[in-house]
């Protein structure tokens, strides 16, 4: 049978043809899935640590309002699996109230990197690094562990 002109004939695709598609999607999917995994467990890395230096902002406001007295070593907050624990007491209060006015619920507020849920990150008093107790201290935070 002769096709008139501009006409095609109707054929699909052969199982040969489909099986080296699927083929070559299959080693794409192989190559570029590690590297997306990568990229959203940096990216949710930085969320983890963008929310901690939030945590750590606040609490050097509450601090250096010059409202509180805290003593060297005090734990002020920590931020982990369980959401954000701030310390008891009129200088947790103040800064609950500061970290609910940034976050919202602060037991919803969990780390999302695969890394930081198994780490704590707590901000701390360290005494004035110069020695002098009548000096300012310093208001530190940090992750435990080590990063990978």
């Not at 007295?69 to 907050?77: E, P, R, S, T």
Request: hydrophobic share 40%.
């Amino acid at each position: 049978m002769e096709l008139a002109r501009g006409e095609k004939k109707n054929e699909g695709f052969s199982l040969m043809e489909l099986a080296v598609v699927i083929a070559i999607m299959a080693i794409l999917v192989g190559v570029l899935a590690p590297a997306y995994l990568r990229y959203v467990e940096k990216a949710r890395r930085q969320i983890d640590d963008s929310a901690a230096g939030e945590i750590l902002h606040a609490a050097e406001n509450v601090v250096f309002s010059g409202s509180f007295q805290l003593d060297n070593g005090d734990v002020l907050v920590t931020f982990d699996a369980s959401g954000i624990n701030v310390m008891q007491g009129d200088v947790g209060n103040a800064l609950k109230w500061s970290l609910e006015q940034d976050f919202g619920d602060l037991s919803e507020i969990v780390p999302r990197s695969k890394l930081r849920k198994t780490q704590v990150y707590s901000v701390q008093i360290q005494a004035d690094p110069n020695g002098s107790s009548t000096g300012t201290p310093k208001i530190v935070g940090s992750w435990s562990g080590t990063d990978d």
